[in-house]
């Protein structure tokens, strides 16, 4: 049964600054997509924040089981009411991957309980090394012990999230900082995998290792079966009760 | 420098029902306030939710190190904007220990990102003995391997929290469920406890071990150093800006 | 591609004890097999210790993506240099999932870095409850909230492990007593699996869900890509030097 | 009650290399000790490896609440009795500090069942810069955001450990590497904790940052009371046979 992905996107840069149309004339969200299509057992659509409930309809909630989430200038933007859905849903088991400024995320704090600040410099076409911390992981599978984007924004700890149940990748940057680029945790059944590289100005989504970890962030993240869209917050009798 | 120490209480079954009255005659809060106060090291006041601002005002916010919080009926009532300065505030450094119902307080929730459900049973009198999973933890110093509550109510797994950073209490109770009663967190600077025994029909609160686990969990929790209530959230320069 | 699953066996006390032979005529690893071998993703064989090597040669260990581990009389006779050998091998990636008084084995403790004590107590015919306290969980995929063995042997907390990454099962006992009964470690590109029940004088080996918690825990550690068995202990140079 | 603590060393570089003795004429061990003694709390000795019993008396080891240990050129030397003591001692709550290249040190290995092994250049004046990524800890109490020693030896990823439960340092190094320079773990009850700077041909155990991590951490490491040296090893009887 394939994997039902939903690659959702705030797509304004590429509307707005002719050279991140540029880079991604489809959008961040088409490139990523694109890539995720070659593969049978992902079935996969996107949804981007402008269209009506941000293309996040209870059906389409209902019937992702990964989320990809890349947002940035307008996290405010996104209604408070949708987010309560994707968290309800995320608790059910879909899993959620969080790419670079989505850090900041409405959905992505109300998980992590933290403020997921961090340190930040502008744009400088700096070198980005993201080094594998834990070989044999799934999402780093067919990854070698270390990558090189050659020009990134620099992110910086002290990353505010939670300890990560699993750090796969640390980055290093030009000017000397280090941030946790590859880390995982567990919310209710849903799978979360935090991936931080992908700054709009540069054509970080068109590199092949960020793609094969994005792909298999996916696959790790997928619930182990569908869980249908019923509730599980409810309070349940204790085990005697149900005999 | 003494740690100190608020004790928050709901505070309204007492009021209520006449059992509970009889059990705490000044309330849950001077149950546990009252231990505390023995101690040089802490300097303990107590906070209820009916009073003015639930009790907490800027002025106790900030000069709070560790708050323990007890809730069951009034989950809903508490302010929103008392649970995001009490948020602020435990990122910055400050401890909270919370107790038994308070599972489902907003605070809480805020903070593992998840549901905090769990399984529970009316109360039975039912037998719950607490199991050290962690002996050499701060937590549990002068604590046997195992204590019993002759009477308390069940909570059962599945508890949806984020896997603790540490587990140093299991229960098992009468009825054959169990239970992780003792966590541990991290969330920005500050350290948070979760204990689970202290139903208001029983009389929890007065047992020398729960009176002690309280005790040291309010010492571990205490920031490194009480941190000055300024703005962590902001957006930092990266550290070549600083120079 | 098959997942290649050695499961091995110490293999005495069928030998020696009609009533363990009543329960498990072909041996407590033939009743492992025998239900995994209905897989067609899972490619079995057994090894016993009283073979030449324990069953252990170099041909058998590199050619295992995942073992299974029962020992209780004679973890003493497993030779040093073979515990050398899955050691190493489990760092390169072999998964292993050791089962109840595995516990105690020479290659666990290596693992582990701890004691693996634990409480018990003589077999009683004992009720044991398992409770699931990681649902989503591949681990747990098929398995109910929680499952009832109607007898077997008490292990209680405190169990001397390291913090696990993920507690997935949690035992209650008819004495009352808890044990983490469903754990997960990494140890270099190695995943590891505690499961807790399996006594020699019960048939908890025809168990269905006991059964379905080996067959999901071995899918679960097998490696992402069964790793040559090249030596991953060397020095390696600076990614600079690579260049 | 003071904290004892041992500084181990294996004082062989300073007696070969006139470099390494002309930074550190009494040894890296006095250079760590000397900073150690100026506190009260602090109940300080050395002891070194060319020692009778590499100075690792039954007495010293049950004296010891806080051991940091320091090895490199000979930790083959390192007799296996000793290390089986100090093991023991470690899983009854004495705790260990272990700096730079005692990653490769048999009580280490076994402590985490891994292989410790790293990434490294050969020395070359490099800059490493640590940076806090669990602000709030008490192993950072007193460090800023970060800290910069000027001349370092690299260790690289991927550092083969079992995922820290607390990651509190991460290091880049001028060639764009990256390092989980301190780490915590749980063993028994014993804490113990992974600090990386420290090679012998620069004058890293002058630097007040690291001298202060190092105060900082041997204070964390202590056990919450000095456990007696009796054998925490056996079975025990469940709790309803000791009744």
Redesign the interface.
């Known amino acids: 049964m394939a994997v039902r992905v939903t690659v959702w996107h705030e797509y304004r840069h590429e509307k707005r600054n002719p050279k991140v149309a540029g880079i991604y004339p489809q959008g961040i969200h088409e490139a990523i997509a694109s890539h995720l299509r070659k593969f049978p057992d992902l079935e996969v659509r996107t949804a981007t924040q402008d269209e009506p409930e941000h293309g996040l309809t209870d059906e389409v909630i209902n019937n992702t089981d990964v989320m990809t989430w890349w947002g940035h200038m307008a996290h405010s933007d996104v209604k408070d009411l949708i987010v309560e859905k994707l968290h309800h849903r995320i ?1 059910q ?1 879909m899993g959620l991957v969080v790419l670079h400024s989505g850090h900041f995320s409405k959905i992505f704090q ?6 997921c ?1 961090l ?3 502008e744009e400088e076409n700096e ?1 980005e ?1 993201l ?8 999402i780093v ?1 067919g990854v070698n ?2 990558f090189i984007l050659p020009r990134e924004e ?1 992110y ?5 999230i ?2 990560p ?3 796969f990748l ?4 030009g ?4 941030f ?1 680029s590859g880390c995982t ?7 979360i995998v935090y991936f931080r590289p992908g700054h709009e100005m540069f054509p970080t989504y068109h590199d092949p290792n960020v793609l094969k970890v994005i792909e298999n962030a996916v696959r790790w993240a997928a ?3 569908a ?1 249908a869209p019923q509730d ?10 149900q005999k």
């Open positions: 608790l088991g109300r998980l992590m309980g933290t403020s600040n340190k930040w410099r070198r090394i080094w594998v911390t834990r070989p044999g992981h799934p599978q012990d270390h620099m910086g700890e002290f990353f505010d939670p300890e149940e699993c750090t640390i980055s290093s940057f000017g000397g900082e280090v946790r945790w567990t919310r209710g059944l849903g799978r619930p182990i079966q869980p599980f917050g409810k309070h349940l009798l204790g085990w005697m009760d």
